[in-house]
């Protein structure tokens, strides 16, 4: 029940197209959606985060869809960049005993051709 | 500096010695956390702890120690070394944002084990 599930595992996208990355989870108690980008030899940092009382977020060319009764959300980015090759983590969270209830996905390789 | 750091950015260790690594940030965050980051399993939570003198184990904690004496700092040390612990080591803090909360991770540590 705590798990995340993340797909696809690897992702290629023309420069200019739209890159799309699913997740879902099974915890109801989850309340806290974010997704972190992590580029070669750093560390993940956030990206875009959404609670479930909005089913859309958008940050400029990037969007996370959220659809509460099938337990999903994904990843949107518009006009995919070379700049946007890196590895995307979608993650679930509770406000309440969050501690070791903050879930990772296990992550999407996402590569943008020039 | 303001931020989370992380020391040694990369070291290597023999199979059965003691390995320290360090863990500070600047922001007095509630919430660190330590992950390792694998090929095909993505950020696996090793230990985390909500404040000072207050740890709790995660998914892989089995052979690494962890104390938390100042809200600043966050050792984690790896008491015998083993080749199956050779990974990236990421530490991360976290506080409680309107939103939810967010983690914000260091450079990362790269450990070999030969």
């Known amino acids: 029940q705590q798990q995340v599930k993340q797909s696809p595992q690897s992702l290629i996208v023309q420069k200019g197209g739209i890159s799309i990355i699913n997740c879902a989870y099974e915890?109801?108690?989850?309340?806290?959606f974010p997704w972190y980008q992590q580029f070669p030899g750093k560390g993940p940092a956030l990206l875009i985060a959404?609670?479930?009382?909005?089913s859309e977020k958008k940050e400029g060319r990037f969007t996370i869809s959220f659809n509460k009764s099938a337990k999903q959300f994904s990843l949107h980015i518009m006009d995919s960049q070379p700049g946007d090759s890196a590895t995307y983590f979608c993650a679930a969270s509770p406000t309440d005993n969050y501690g070791q209830n903050f879930v990772f996905g296990p992550g999407t390789r996402l590569s943008v051709l020039p | 500096d303001a931020g989370i750091t992380q020391s040694p950015r990369y070291k290597i260790t023999e199979t059965g010695r003691q390995v320290t690594l360090m863990c500070h940030q600047t922001?007095?965050?509630?919430?660190m956390f330590w992950y390792r980051q694998d090929l095909g399993h993505g950020l696996r939570l090793i230990y985390y702890s909500a404040a000072a003198d207050i740890t709790d184990k995660g998914e892989v904690p089995d052979g690494y120690v962890v104390s938390r004496s100042k809200t600043e700092n966050f050792p984690l040390t790896l008491e015998s070394a083993t080749r199956s612990q050779t990974s990236v080591y990421f530490c991360?803090?976290?506080?409680?944002?309107?939103?939810?909360?967010?983690?914000?991770f260091g450079p990362g540590t790269r450990l070999t084990v030969t």
């Open positions: 991360a803090s976290s506080e409680r944002e309107w939103i939810g909360w967010e983690q914000y």
């Open positions: 915890n109801t108690a989850f309340d806290y």
């Open positions: 959404i609670r479930p009382d909005v």
């Open positions: 922001w007095s965050h509630s919430y």
